[in-house]
């Protein structure tokens, strides 16, 4: 039989191996959760920006959420980022609003993690809410303070299109205001230009069978070039073929094969 000291000896070998055992326990979950903190924070943070082109206010975003997963483990966080020429453009009333406007948020530019990033039609736009000349001047905001008409011309047209989505015609009206020496030069130059630009991405939509969408551009086309009948029939064709497509849908919902 065993002596109480080789008892005692043998209990305590095993108490310190259960205690060992334990600790590597914990040490093996601290060093688990350690890693994914940092897998979280490196891969998971999901930050960016966002601009509504019905109020022309920006926002910067930002969460957490699983890597892999892609599911959100935090909040939203949410800080205003509307620069002075937004304000200004705002303040000025040079931008029309509608009765309900949708208030729609688009992404200027985004990042998840450290290495992919990711970005938006609205950073097109701006891009040139954002130029500064060499002095750090806004440029944009400068021009419209010392072109209060012209500004009242080109900044509708603008918000017009950004609330269209249509944020590929932006460039071209900054070039217009900036060659353009007077309003009313200025306000054809844009009719023009739209209704090209109406007409061709009108054409683009009918051709993939958006007839729906291709009418309301060949309409807008229209507004800024009344004196262009082929958008005009542009648009009643894409009407016309888009109600019958619907026609012949309902007919055959109305009356399916009987042998079927």
């Known amino acids: 039989m065993?002596?109480?000291?080789?008892?005692?000896?043998?209990?305590?070998?095993?108490?310190?191996?259960?205690?060992?055992?334990?600790?590597?326990?914990?040490?093996?979950?601290?060093?688990t959760g350690i890693v994914l903190v940092y897998a979280v924070l490196y891969f998971g943070s999901v930050t960016g920006e966002e601009f509504s082109p019905d109020t022309f206010k920006r926002r910067k975003f930002s969460y957490l959420e699983l890597p892999l997963f892609r599911v959100q483990i935090s909040p939203t966080r949410r800080t205003d980022n509307t620069n002075d020429l937004e304000k200004y453009l705002v303040a000025q009333k040079l931008l029309a609003t509608g009765a309900k406007p949708e208030n729609r948020w688009d992404l200027v530019f985004g990042s998840q993690g450290v290495r992919y990033g990711f970005q938006g039609d609205a950073r097109i736009l701006c891009q040139y809410l954002d130029a500064t000349n060499k002095d750090g001047d806004n440029i944009w905001l400068k021009w419209s303070e010392e072109h209060v008409e012209m500004a009242k011309v080109v900044w509708p047209a603008i918000a017009k299109v950004a609330r269209q989505e249509l944020y590929s015609f932006i460039p071209e009206l900054f070039v217009l205001a900036r060659s353009a020496t007077t309003p009313d030069q200025l306000q054809q130059s844009i009719d023009q230009t739209l209704a090209d630009k109406y007409l061709m991405t009108a054409e683009t939509f009918?051709?993939?069978?958006?007839?729906?969408?291709?009418?309301?551009?060949?309409?807008?086309?229209l507004n800024h070039a009344p004196e262009r009948t082929?958008?005009?029939?542009?648009?009643?064709?894409?009407?016309?073929?888009?109600?019958t497509a619907q026609d012949k849908e309902e007919s055959s919902d109305d009356h399916p094969d009987d042998s079927q």
Do not use: H
């Open 2 to 31: 065993p002596t109480t000291a080789n008892q005692s000896k043998t209990a305590t070998k095993t108490e310190s191996s259960l205690l060992s055992r334990i600790a590597f326990g914990i040490l093996g979950l601290l060093l």
């Open 206 to 221: 009918k051709a993939l069978n958006e007839d729906d969408f291709a009418a309301e551009l060949f309409a807008e086309a």
């Open 230 to 243: 082929e958008s005009l029939q542009g648009r009643e064709k894409a009407i016309d073929e888009d109600a």
